[in-house]
């Protein structure tokens, strides 16, 4: 588990100097260290510190050797990730894979540190430059060392340090520490169901709507289109001051749930989801419209995913995925799947008469889905869903008066 903090060091001109050389022939090792993997086809460390390590040295004779290193894993990762990506682009556009831009990096570049390159002694923080060690006194916020406490195991990893736009020197310093944080060792499973008109949906009816964030969305989409026709000086100027004004505002909403569901007083152990991997293949193959590929692209279901993880793994809450085929088209009572039994936001059986909200319906379905995936693998035991007894009868109702099913799977008598 790692966590991360920004801080801004006050620095002379003759050090700030210092990193911006530092920054160009850190760019200069990585730049050297990807050419060299790419036309030898290797992303091995060893092969490439065996062919490239003493070419680099010569190269960049100022640049620590730690930072040689530091550049050397990093270009490693580079080429990986633009191997995959040139894969999957080959499958369909063969001409475009091969013109692919290879991995490189600017001058004015972010460097990454370990270790042994940086190092923080309570409030003085001393790193690597190719001229010597910069010591200097930060101050880390008090919101983030009593959140991450040094008695909880949260330890120094590394760091990121650049120069921003406004030219000021930043270091991002990464926390780490072990996942095992407050266990949770009993408790119930939820069924999480995500969506546009209600961005998420729990198995127990509790809905966190999306109208601000359509609202929002709907707002910028129209000034966009109209500064964008305009074309002017001032209209150019307006765009650059409004850009990330709508993803910020996404990334609030998106933190502000996950914190709750994370931060939940119900004894809540697992949080089931639906697997929405494939959704971007979709658009990709053309299995889908413009609208439907507007809808996706707009669609924040990912971020979501990731805060809600980092999240409920510090408070030792489980996250876990299921198939998403049918869970909004079956009935959560009697499991019949039927495309018509679905009319808007309401979901009512043709089959059993069943009626409820057709989130509830499909949140429900995602959370029996991995109680059953549960017992046929065999795991150890879970709870019952929510409002069915050990006997298979209905208790209680959830919150929107809607009884839970019972899942598919389970021996008689249970």
Known sequence: MRRSITVF??????????????????ARAFNMSSECLINNSSTSKRFLHKVQYE????????????????????????????????????????????????PSMKDKCTMR?????????????????????????ISIPEFFTERYPNSDGWKLKGANIGINRKGRVFVNLIYECPDSINEI??????GLDRGVYNIVTTSEGVHYGAKDVRRVKRKYNHVRSELQEKGTRSAKRRLKAISGCEKRFVHDQNHCISKKLANSDEDVFIYVLEDLSSMNMLRL????????????????????????????QKNGIKVEFVDARYTSRKCSVCKAIDKASRNGNRYTCRHCGSSMHADTNAAINIRDNYITRALKLGQAAINQPYGWSVRGKPETEPLD??????????PEGR
């Open 9 to 26: 060091p006050k620095l002379t001109d003759k050090e700030v100097s210092a990193i911006v050389e530092t920054s160009k022939q850190y």
């Open 55 to 102: 070419r680099t040295k010569e190269e960049c004779l100022s640049l620590p050797t730690g930072l040689i290193q530091c550049a050397r894993d990093v270009a490693v990762e580079a080429v990986k990730n633009w191997n995959v990506k040139r894969t999957k682009l080959r499958q369909k556009h063969p001409k475009k894979a091969e013109m692919m831009k290879r």
């Open 185 to 190: 060792k009993d408790g119930k499973i939820v």
């Open 285 to 312: 193959k053309g299995k889908s419209n413009k609208t439907m590929r507007k809808w996706i692209s707009n669609w924040s279901y990912s971020d979501l995913e990731f805060k809600l993880s980092y999240k409920c």
């Open 113 to 137: 540190y370990d270790v042994r390159t940086i190092t923080l002694r309570g409030s003085q923080l001393t790193f690597s430059t190719c001229d010597k060690r910069i010591k200097t006194i």
């Open 401 to 410: 008066k809607t009884l839970t099913s019972k899942p598919s799977g389970l």
